[in-house]
């Protein structure tokens, strides 16, 4: 079965209890060794179902599967870093929790108003469901001012981390400038956490290659072994995106861009498109792009995961991440799938 046909059963089978919108979740934690952190739930309102676990910031590896049964479930994880999972709900809501080694972790809340969920057993935890707590009926500006506090009280954390990412970075509207002066902050309390560094060699490459700017030289080859080329994103509008295959949300923007692509009229598609792959694995990348319907789009895959020349080339350092192209230029970047494919 498919990452994507797991994902149809989990929301089939869960569909009657989000239609009513009542999911009250209790999750409560188990004891953790040194070298991980492990979590025992027990959901209210539900029998089975799978959730979908990744880690934007590398704290994990791969997509996990928490599999609920009988209102109960039990995951733990071997890692070595501080970092950040994100749950993916059976309705595709999303919510981040924030691990280190030895963490025992609880959550309690409602996943019909995962604002309110309570996670408690790490500082980050404490202090991230504090903000979201205040910060439940702002508007988006609202919360951007908030979450720039918050940045400023503390940087150490790993939420302060998320929260650059999601309000300054990869949000619809990228604030750049500021970005760069929270992450200052970050680096210089965060101890040298590999999930920092990585923030700032991609806000690093970013500055490369901005508004405006015209696509920087380039070749390679495919995972067909055709040869790619910059001159092919010169006319037009074009897509050139970043995934993987371990992480959710990438491989739903791979997805939903290889459907425009296939079914849109052709006033709706995009001129060109072309995907990077960070899989160090080729066969993998190729599985994916099986699963995923997407073997039509021009994919490159050269093992080097983040070390890879192309990456540093265009500045694609977040997973997902984008560029959109007019004539060669770039128009957008680390924008929704919405905003990629919108004309």
Not at 70 to 85: D, I, L
Not at 325 to 340: E, I, Q, W
Request: net charge neutral.
């Amino acid at each position: 079965m498919t990452m994507d046909e797991r994902f149809i059963k989990a929301r089939i089978v869960t569909a009657a209890m989000f239609a009513v919108a009542i999911l009250a979740l209790s999750f409560t934690a188990c004891t953790s060794n040194s070298n991980g952190f492990s979590i025992e739930g027990r959901l209210l309102s539900m029998n089975q179902a799978d959730f979908y676990v990744y880690s934007p910031d590398g704290a994990i590896q791969g997509i996990d599967t928490i599999h609920v049964q009988g209102g109960r479930f039990v995951y733990e994880k071997a890692m070595t870093q501080k970092g950040t999972v994100v749950i993916v709900f059976p309705n595709f809501t999303t919510l981040p929790v924030f691990v280190e080694p030895g963490a025992s972790i609880d959550i309690d809340g409602n996943a019909a108003h995962l604002s309110a969920t309570e996670i408690t057993g790490t500082d980050d935890n404490e202090l991230f469901t504090q903000w979201r707590k205040d910060t439940e009926k702002m508007s988006p500006p609202e919360m951007k001012r908030q979450a720039e506090h918050f940045i400023h009280d503390h940087p150490e954390s790993t939420a302060a981390q998320w929260l650059l990412l999601e309000h300054f970075i990869t949000c619809t509207k990228p604030d750049y400038k500021k970005a760069r002066i929270l992450l200052k902050e970050i680096m210089q309390k965060s101890n040298g956490s590999v999930s920092a560094m990585r923030l700032m060699t991609a806000m690093n490459s970013i500055g490369e290659l901005g508004m405006g700017d015209r696509l920087p030289a380039f070749t390679a080859k495919d995972v067909n072994g055709h040869q790619v080329s910059s001159a092919s994103f010169m006319q037009g509008t074009s897509i050139i995106m970043l995934w993987s295959s371990w992480n959710y949300e990438s491989q739903n923007m791979l997805r939903q861009v290889a459907s425009n692509q296939s079914h849109a009229a052709d006033s709706a598609k995009v001129g060109n498109v072309l995907t990077i792959c960070l899989d160090a694995d080729t066969v993998q990348c190729m599985r994916s792009l099986r699963n995923n319907n997407a073997t039509e789009l021009t994919t490159i895959c050269d093992g080097k995961m983040w070390e890879s020349p192309l990456l540093r080339t265009l500045g694609l350092n977040n997973i997902p991440d984008n560029l959109k192209l007019k004539d060669g230029k770039v128009v957008s970047r680390s924008v929704p799938t919405n905003a990629l494919l919108k004309h």
